[in-house]
């Protein structure tokens, strides 16, 4: 069994910033990739940043040069450090990770998410 749990939201002001975490664990043999994504109420969920396991990034327009992913040193950690917040950054985010297993895969998996809400 494979899971994903993240942690760091919290309430920050408008240009504040916040770090969320997100850790594997389970029999992993490795993790092709890993990325953030998020959900605000009444909106699809969508792609904030994702990583490669040869370290290649992909953000969303609406958080170039806002935001950084960046994997641990252990690869089974993904970090999101998130500068300059802005009230639509309020979201669900969630974490999701492209896993091979000792046997098979668990592709798409998700964590149970963690809230952001940026708020003055």
């Known amino acids: 069994q494979v899971q994903l749990v993240e942690s760091g939201g919290g309430l920050v002001q408008p240009g504040g910033s916040l770090r969320l975490s997100c850790a594997a664990s389970g029999s992993i043999f490795m993790i092709y990739g890993m990325g953030w994504y998020r959900q605000a109420p009444g909106k699809q969920r969508e792609l904030v940043a994702s990583?490669?396991?040869?370290?290649?990034?992909n953000y969303a327009e609406s958080v170039k040069g806002r935001f950084t992913i960046s994997r641990g040193n252990a690869k089974n950690t993904v970090y999101l450090q998130m500068n300059s917040l802005k009230a639509e950054d309020t979201a669900i985010y969630y974490c999701?990770?492209?896993?091979?297993?000792?046997?098979?895969?668990?592709?798409?998996?998700w964590g149970q998410g963690t809230q952001v809400t940026v708020s003055s």
């Open positions: 999701k990770a492209d896993i091979r297993l000792p046997v098979g895969t668990a592709l798409g998996t």
């Open positions: 990583t490669t396991s040869g370290s290649n990034t």
